[in-house]
Structures are given as C-alpha cells and as structure tokens.
C-alpha cells in the first residue's frame, strides 16, 4: 500500500507541475479546478480559449499560483522524507523512470551480456559505464581496448564471494585465502563496495565491483556515501534491472538535477544551457575526490564525459530536466539542502575516495594496483 501511495504522489506532484506551469503561462490568472480532479493527468482540465480569446475558467474552488508553489514543496517534502530504502516494488506505471534503460548497439550489448552469463554467483542488479561500455567517437577499439567497467548488486556478498572465489579464483588477490566471510567484511569498510580489476572474461579486460543491494539502495536514498549515487548519475547500462533501485535513482536524479540547477543559477543568474547543466551534475560525484586532487584523473575528465556522452546524458536526463528546469521542482535526500549540500558532499566524497582507495591496494593486489595507478596517471599525463 505505502509503495502504490509513494507512485500515485509522485505521479499527482507531475500533474500539478504540468498545470502550475500552463497558469504561469496564464499571467498568474485563478484557476477552478475540482479537487478531484489532481487525482491523475488524465482528468486535470485543460485550459481553453472563448471566441474572444480569452480563458474560460471551470467553476468551484480557486487555485491560486501562490497554493499552487506551496503544494509543490510540500509534495516534495513529503517524497523527501520517505526513506525506507528496504522497501521492495514489483510493478510499476508503464514507462515510469524507463530513461535509465539507456540503449547501445547490439553488438556491445549482446558481449556485455555474454560477460554477465560467465558469473554463476547471482546477481540482482547489474549496471556498465566508462568508455569500455558506452564507445567513444574517434575511439580505435582494435589499438586500445578499454576495459569494462561493471557492478554487481548482490543480496548476500559472502555467499557471492563464496561461489565466485570457486568459479574465479583468479580474479581475487591474496585475501581469498582468508575466505569469504572476511573478503564479505573487509567489502563493508567505507563505501562498502569490493573490487576486482583486470580480470580476463571472454577475451576482455573487465574491473567489476560488488556492492550489497542494502548499502547501494542506502546511497542511493540518502548519499550516505556518494560513492555509488555519484555513479549512478551519469549515464549507465543497466544489465540487469531491479525496480526498487530503478525507484531511487529516479530521485537521486532529480536530487543531482536540483542542486546543479542551484549551482548554475548560483554562477549565473542567467539562462545555462543544456551542456553546462550535465557538466555541473557530473562534478558533483569529483568534489572533493582525492584522485582528481592528487591528478590521479584527468584533469578534463568531466569536460570530456559530457562531450563523448551527450546524448546518453540527454536521453538519461529527458524527464527530469523537463521536471526540474522546465517545471521547477526540487527534490534533496532528507538533511540536504542546496545551501549545506556541498559542503556534505565534499566531505562525504574526500572521506570515501580515500578510503576506497586505499582498500582498492588490498582487494586489487600490489601488482594490479600499481599498473591501475600508473594508467590513470599516464590517461591524465596525456590530456595535459
């Protein structure tokens, strides 16, 4: 019940948007609307012309813009509170969030596919990125073949480790010998996410990450951590979907939508374009990073990831910019607002970069450490 109520107020606070924005565009005229009628899109009524051109407005009660702003909020308060991350969905609205199902060229998907099937450890929900996953114009993938970039979300990590550590033995380094139940554990330190990286699966070179479903849902509806929530606001390629998560990256999107709305209005009153607006929401995920600090990453990474990506950002964006630049909604975790938001993430983000850093020595191995490291420096060293 609390999860059909959590859809139907998210879809009545869209409706209302919808109206609100066409009594802007009335010059602030009142409007009658019967109240039952912002019970769904269908039944909202649609503002028409007399023969004098002037707008004929239904009878009953009086909406004002001014309630009109108040309810926005509200609802969005009201959405901002629920954070019960553990809450399951099964079903939902046709379409609704469907812009994080982002599509590539079959050939890509079907060897990603292929690299999923080689796990027989199970996996709930599973996402690619980089440029191993979404290939890059002007990219000659048969002289430098990047590697691919995946996360598992798992029900129970050490029994994935467990099966993995058996079918895989290779892709571990010397803390296999500890067992699962420690590996499981030592995930759980910082933003609790467990690497593998340069593991060979059918002929590629792939880094994949396992991640709880509790801690990557945490993230997601509070930015706990960043670590993941900042991932996911970037274009992805789901490869095995799950609905709860498909709920709360809707709004960890929007939540990245309102503050980079903010931060732009911030430098500049002005309009910003649609470019600038992708730029800004994919450096929220590098304040305060400390490999970007320490130019561990390109220093035109995110300049480059809105350039090669624009139109995966655009198609992963579509609803929200419409909701939150077009129709001025808002929407932050609980305790985050767009004056204390930095701060936070900057915080959060220097915290957990470092520490997964640091991990990254241990679960990767000292070999594979250092040849990560000196590739992300000599990629950095390159681009200067």
Known sequence: MLRTNLIKLES????????????????????KVRSRDLSSCDNITTLKSDLNGESRIPSEEVIQLAFMQHGLKKTSKLI?????????????????????LLKIDSENEKELHEIMSHFKAPVRYAFGYGSGVFHQANYDLK??????????????????????????????????YFGSSIVANFQEIGAGIYFNPY?????????????SMDNL???????????????????????????????WNNLNLKAAATLAKHRLQEKSPGKFSEHD???????????????????????????????????????YYKPI???????????????????NAVSRLESRIAKFSAIQTVKGIFSAGIAKSIKYAWAKKLKAMRSK
């Open 321 to 339: 910019y419409n909701d939150v630049v077009l129709n001025n909604y808002s929407y932050l975790p609980e305790g985050y607002t767009v004056e």
């Open 80 to 100: 901002s509170k629920f954070s019960n991350y553990r809450e399951n969905f099964n079903k939902f609205p046709p379409n609704y969030a469907s812009n994080q």
């Open 143 to 176: 002289v430098d073949k990047p590697q691919i970039d995946l996360i598992f979300g798992v029900n129970h990590p050490e029994h994935f480790h467990s099966l993995n550590m058996r079918q895989n033995p290779d892709h571990y380094s010397s803390m296999k």
């Open 217 to 247: 849902l945490k993230d997601l509806a509070t930015w706990n951590t960043f670590y993941l929530a900042g991932r996911l606001q970037k274009p992805v390629k789901v490869l095995k979907n799950d609905l709860t998560v498909q709920y």
């Open 199 to 211: 593991v060979n699966i059918r002929g590629h070179e792939v880094k994949y990450g396992i991640v």
């Open 12 to 31: 009545r606070l869209a409706c209302i948007q919808t109206l609100h924005r066409r009594l802007q565009s009335q010059l602030s005229v009142k409007v």
């Open 277 to 315: 607006f992708y730029k800004e929401i994919t450096s929220l995920s590098y304040m305060g990073d400390i490999r970007y600090l320490l130019g561990g990453e390109n220093p035109n990474k995110i300049a480059n990831i809105v350039e090669n990506n624009f139109h995966n950002f655009r198609d």
